[in-house]
Protein backbone atom coordinates (compact mmCIF):
# COMPACT_ATOMS: atom_id res chain seq x y z
CA UNK A 1 0.00 0.00 0.00
CA UNK A 2 1.56 3.43 -0.89
CA UNK A 3 1.58 5.92 1.99
CA UNK A 4 2.80 9.44 2.18
CA UNK A 5 2.82 11.08 5.12
CA UNK A 6 3.76 14.47 5.42
CA UNK A 7 4.60 16.56 8.38
CA UNK A 8 6.78 19.67 9.72
CA UNK A 9 4.01 22.34 9.66
CA UNK A 10 2.82 25.08 12.14
CA UNK A 11 2.81 28.65 12.76
CA UNK A 12 5.24 31.04 11.66
CA UNK A 13 5.52 34.75 11.83
CA UNK A 14 6.36 36.37 8.37
CA UNK A 15 10.51 35.96 7.22
CA UNK A 16 10.56 32.74 9.40
CA UNK A 17 11.30 29.59 8.22
CA UNK A 18 10.04 25.78 8.73
CA UNK A 19 11.26 22.61 7.14
CA UNK A 20 8.60 20.18 6.07
CA UNK A 21 9.01 16.30 5.61
CA UNK A 22 7.17 13.55 3.78
CA UNK A 23 7.85 9.91 4.81
CA UNK A 24 7.19 7.76 1.72
CA UNK A 25 6.54 3.85 1.42
CA UNK A 26 4.59 1.04 -1.02
CA UNK A 27 6.52 2.15 -3.53
CA UNK A 28 10.37 2.35 -5.26
CA UNK A 29 11.11 5.72 -4.17
CA UNK A 30 14.43 6.13 -5.58
CA UNK A 31 13.09 5.28 -8.89
CA UNK A 32 10.20 8.13 -8.21
CA UNK A 33 9.85 11.68 -8.94
CA UNK A 34 8.57 13.61 -6.10
CA UNK A 35 6.78 16.64 -5.83
CA UNK A 36 5.35 19.51 -3.44
CA UNK A 37 2.20 21.01 -4.27
CA UNK A 38 0.14 23.82 -1.94
CA UNK A 39 -3.50 24.66 -1.66
CA UNK A 40 -3.97 27.82 -0.32
CA UNK A 41 -7.65 28.32 1.70
CA UNK A 42 -10.50 29.05 -1.14
CA UNK A 43 -7.33 28.06 -3.56
CA UNK A 44 -6.83 25.79 -6.11
CA UNK A 45 -3.78 23.04 -6.43
CA UNK A 46 -0.41 25.03 -7.20
CA UNK A 47 2.63 23.45 -7.89
CA UNK A 48 5.51 24.15 -5.47
CA UNK A 49 8.76 22.21 -6.37
CA UNK A 50 9.64 18.71 -8.44
CA UNK A 51 12.90 16.84 -7.64
CA UNK A 52 13.40 13.90 -10.30
CA UNK A 53 15.53 10.35 -10.18
CA UNK A 54 18.69 12.54 -11.04
CA UNK A 55 18.81 15.14 -7.95
CA UNK A 56 17.40 17.59 -10.45
CA UNK A 57 15.28 20.75 -8.67
CA UNK A 58 12.67 23.01 -10.00
CA UNK A 59 10.64 25.37 -8.04
CA UNK A 60 7.61 27.45 -8.96
CA UNK A 61 8.44 31.27 -9.43
CA UNK A 62 7.10 32.85 -6.48
CA UNK A 63 9.29 30.44 -3.95
CA UNK A 64 12.74 30.60 -6.24
CA UNK A 65 15.57 31.13 -3.70
CA UNK A 66 13.61 30.68 -0.40
CA UNK A 67 12.67 27.17 -0.48
CA UNK A 68 14.90 24.43 -1.06
CA UNK A 69 13.34 20.69 -2.02
CA UNK A 70 15.88 17.35 -1.10
CA UNK A 71 15.17 13.51 -0.76
CA UNK A 72 17.04 10.82 1.11
CA UNK A 73 16.65 7.81 -0.79
CA UNK A 74 17.91 5.52 1.89
CA UNK A 75 15.29 6.93 4.32
CA UNK A 76 12.32 7.26 1.57
CA UNK A 77 12.48 10.65 2.39
CA UNK A 78 11.46 13.93 1.04
CA UNK A 79 11.53 17.45 2.37
CA UNK A 80 10.69 20.60 1.61
CA UNK A 81 12.99 23.60 3.49
CA UNK A 82 11.18 26.98 3.34
CA UNK A 83 12.54 30.38 4.37
CA UNK A 84 12.00 33.42 4.32
CA UNK A 85 8.09 32.90 4.46
CA UNK A 86 5.24 35.13 3.35
CA UNK A 87 1.79 35.35 4.32
CA UNK A 88 1.00 34.13 1.05
CA UNK A 89 2.98 30.93 1.72
CA UNK A 90 -0.11 29.84 4.14
CA UNK A 91 -1.82 26.69 2.55
CA UNK A 92 -1.87 22.96 3.22
CA UNK A 93 0.99 21.38 1.60
CA UNK A 94 1.23 18.25 0.66
CA UNK A 95 3.58 15.61 -0.74
CA UNK A 96 2.79 13.81 -3.85
CA UNK A 97 4.88 11.37 -6.69
CA UNK A 98 4.39 11.75 -10.17
CA UNK A 99 3.50 9.43 -13.07
CA UNK A 100 6.88 8.50 -14.37
CA UNK A 101 8.23 12.12 -16.26
CA UNK A 102 4.55 13.47 -16.29
CA UNK A 103 3.13 15.93 -14.76
CA UNK A 104 0.35 13.80 -13.55
CA UNK A 105 -0.33 12.95 -9.56
CA UNK A 106 -0.51 9.52 -8.88
CA UNK A 107 -0.20 9.32 -5.26
CA UNK A 108 -0.08 12.36 -2.45
CA UNK A 109 -0.18 12.40 1.16
CA UNK A 110 -2.90 14.30 3.79
CA UNK A 111 -0.86 17.25 3.80
CA UNK A 112 0.41 19.37 6.67
CA UNK A 113 -0.80 22.73 7.49
CA UNK A 114 1.11 26.20 6.95
CA UNK A 115 0.34 29.50 8.50
CA UNK A 116 2.20 32.61 8.07
CA UNK A 117 0.68 35.47 10.02
CA UNK A 118 1.65 38.58 12.08
Known amino acids: EVQLVESGGGLVQPGGSLKLSCQASGFTFSSSVMTWVRQAPGKGLEWVSV???????YYVDSVQGRFTISRDNAKNMVYLQMNALKPEDTARYYC????????????WGQGTQVIVSS
Open 51 to 57: INRGGGR
Open 96 to 107: AKLVGSSWLVDY
